[in-house]
């Protein structure tokens, strides 16, 4: 080092600022220039190196919200389009959590809320405006939470709306909570809202990913199952409005959750001519990680 004072970046650092270029930095300390070039050219190397590394600190990044995991026996439910809803499906839910003990928790996988008002269609459904659709809300919000402990409620395309029309400018829990403000702050902290559009849930039988995906597809269960195998996970869907259950190349268990909506209350099903597939209601049970589907097929009773 002494006969080589170049490889010491502070000192080459220095003989740029007494300095300037290689041959004055050459010519002051006996060195010839394109040795001096060549050290000049690994030390400014060098520097670049270390700016790159320093831009971590310069632009941190928040870290991302932490995602929501259940654990323990619930009632996965999604699509409810208040107030688009069939309340005797509802009351039926409610029934079948009873019957079979499934009340510490009811998941609701989007699509709670159906903010037509706040749509970009301008024909609006008069029966199902704003003011009827969070009284509604509220109100059956406040009746589940009589049943289930809690209720898990995640971002479907529907509930954002609001959000949107916000600007994006808050969080999603917030933008939800601002539509309920009839709701006790007591019965509120039972409400717990994601802002992601889904859900892990851990079971026995490995982990679900419960997701109001924003991907459409005309063909029932073709959704779930694909997501099955990118995420290594079984998937319980929703957002698609089809119902049913079946495994993914990998093994995994795919649902399509169907929803609590009503398709006959839904005006823009029946004012305009479409190839939507009919909308089939459901939604699921999960006990010790199996999934059961009581529209489908009855509901063997559980061991307590
Ligand atoms: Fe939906
Ligand atoms: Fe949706």
């Given at each position: 080092m002494e006969n080589k004072p170049y490889l010491d970046d502070s000192w080459m650092a220095e003989q740029i600022l007494r300095h300037g270029d290689s041959t004055s930095i050459g010519e002051a300390n006996g060195i010839p220039a394109r040795t001096i070039r060549r050290y000049l050219k690994r030390f400014r190397d060098r520097q670049a190196q270390l700016s790159i590394l320093n831009m971590e600190t310069q632009y941190p990044i928040a870290p991302m919200a932490e995602e929501l995991v259940l654990t323990g026996n619930g009632v996965v439910s999604s699509d409810w389009h208040l107030p688009l809803t069939d309340y005797k499906l509802a009351a039926r839910l409610v029934q079948t959590a009873i019957d079979h003990g499934l009340t510490d928790w009811l998941l609701i996988v989007g699509d709670y809320f159906n903010l037509d008002a706040m749509?970009?269609?301008?024909?609006?459904q008069e029966s199902a405006g704003l003011s009827v659709e969070l009284a509604a809300a509220g109100q059956l919000l406040e009746l589940l939470l009589e049943v289930f402990g809690t209720i898990y409620i995640t971002k479907g395309n529907h509930d954002w709306r609001f959000l949107g029309k916000l600007g994006f400018k808050l969080k999603f829990e917030k933008s939800i909570k601002m539509l309920l403000p009839d709701i006790p702050d007591e019965k509120m902290e039972r409400i717990i809202v994601t802002t992601y559009d889904y859900v892990r849930i851990e079971t026995p039988s490995g982990p679900w990913h419960c997701a109001h995906t924003s991907q459409y597809s005309k063909i029932p269960m073709s959704v779930p199952r694909e997501l099955c195998d990118i995420y290594g996970m079984h998937v319980a869907g929703a957002h698609r409005h089809h119902h049913g259950i079946t495994t993914s190349k990998g093994g995994y268990m795919a649902v399509e959750l169907g929803g609590l909506f009503d398709p006959d209350k839904a005006h823009y099903l029946k004012q305009y001519t479409n190839t939507f597939p009919k909308w089939t209601p459901g939604w699921m049970l999960l006990y010790e990680g199996m999934p059961y589907l009581p529209m489908l097929s009855p509901v063997p009773p559980f061991a307590s």
């Open positions: 749509s970009r269609f301008d024909e609006k």
